[in-house]
């Protein structure tokens, strides 16, 4: 097993946060946490969705078995308030994975709301996203978005051949 953990690329629909601090939406949900420094706000409708790409580094045949997604949040209102984070890529071969944490509740502290989906085993294909969602009608503030992938590299083991010598290769034609 490998782990790698992937910053945020660029925005991607839907895109409905706003930048509260900060010189882009990509620098602002960046590490290192740098809390009121640079962040977005949900603003306080119901559902308001932020996404972003992911480029990790992954191959073709590496097999995702847990995906972890940071988020550094608090509530920016006078009451607490709810959100959730989630993912969605293309497996090798076509479809989609995708998954959405159940809520995290943002107090007025910046902190660490981390949502595990484990029990994968997805071969990595291409187009991952990560996105954050407030579900109730109160403002929710990240200032930290990221992903860590834990993965079998090579699909896993596979029933490949074990790499040859010239040797063994010359043995092998002329026997």
Same mark, same amino acid.
């Given at each position: 097993?490998?782990?790698?953990?992937?910053?945020?690329?660029a925005?991607?629909?839907?895109?409905?946060?706003?930048?509260?601090?900060?010189?882009?939406?990509?620098?602002?949900?960046?590490?290192p946490?740098?809390?009121?420094?640079?962040?977005?706000?949900?603003?306080?409708?119901?559902?308001t969705?932020?996404?972003f790409t992911?480029?990790p580094a992954?191959?073709?045949?590496?097999?995702?078995?847990?995906?972890d997604?940071t988020?550094?949040?608090?509530?920016s209102?006078?009451?607490?308030?709810?959100?959730?984070?989630?993912?969605?890529?293309?497996?090798?071969?076509?479809g989609?994975?995708?998954?959405?944490?159940?809520?995290?509740? =943002?107090?007025?502290s910046?902190?660490?709301?981390?949502?595990s989906? =484990? =029990?994968?085993?997805?071969?990595w294909?291409s187009?991952?996203?990560?996105?954050i969602?407030n579900?109730?009608?109160? =403002?929710?503030?990240?200032?930290t978005?990221?992903i860590?992938?834990?993965?079998?590299?090579?699909?896993?083991?596979?029933s490949?051949?074990?790499?040859?010598?010239?040797?063994?290769?010359?043995?092998r034609?002329?026997?």
């Open positions: 097993m490998a782990t790698l953990t992937a910053q945020v690329a925005t991607t629909s839907p895109d409905n946060w706003n930048l509260a601090a900060g010189a882009s939406k990509v620098a602002a949900v960046t590490s946490d740098d809390d009121a420094t640079t962040y977005l706000s949900s603003g306080s409708s119901s559902d969705i932020q996404t992911v480029s992954l191959s073709t045949g590496d097999t995702i078995t847990q995906i997604i988020a550094r949040a608090r509530r209102g006078g009451s607490n308030a709810n959100f959730k984070v989630g993912y969605a890529f293309t497996p090798n071969g076509g989609s994975q995708s998954d959405e944490s159940s809520n995290n509740l =943002s107090t007025n910046w902190t660490d709301f981390t949502s989906f =484990s =029990s994968l085993s997805v071969v294909g187009a991952l996203t990560i996105y969602k579900t109730q009608a109160k =403002s929710v503030d990240v200032t978005l990221n860590t992938i834990t993965y079998t590299p090579g699909g896993g083991g596979g490949a051949q074990p790499p040859r010598t010239l040797h063994q290769v010359r043995m034609i002329n026997a």
